[in-house]
């Protein structure tokens, strides 16, 4: 499956944004998919996992509440809706999927897109 992260910018603190990740050549509904960010000089950092159909999603405690991921299948799509934006959430956003639920609850993922950068002005 090929990833390609998209929907990053410019956003005031308090803003959202929505990011897309669209995947090609396999259905997302094979995969759990996972988000990630990081910020350069600094460790990659897991925001949420969900299973294939969502019946299990777990969130970082730093997005808890804030963040929310849900997937289109008829676009082969999922997204990450982005409420309350702080300007500690600004990084390099990532798209990854795996076909194993543990290696997505461990962070371990099989494919990743390119990034999408999301600034938050104070």
């Known amino acids: 499956v090929q990833l390609q992260a998209s929907g990053g910018g410019l956003v005031q603190a308090g803003g959202s944004l929505r990011l897309s990740c669209a995947a090609s050549?396999?259905?997302?509904?094979?995969?759990?998919m996972g988000w990630f960010r990081q910020v350069p000089g600094k460790e990659r950092e897991w925001i949420v996992c969900?299973?294939?159909?969502?019946?299990?999603?777990y969130y970082a405690d730093s997005v808890k509440g804030r963040f929310t991921v849900s997937s289109d299948n008829a676009r082969n799509t999922v997204y990450l809706q982005m409420n309350g934006l702080k300007p500690e959430d600004a990084a390099v956003y990532y798209c990854a999927a795996t076909t194993s639920y543990r290696k997505c609850v461990t962070h371990g993922m099989d494919y990743w897109g390119k990034g999408t950068l999301v600034t938050v002005s104070s």
């Open positions: 050549g396999r259905t997302i509904r094979r995969y759990n």
């Open positions: 969900t299973s294939p159909g969502g019946g299990y999603t």
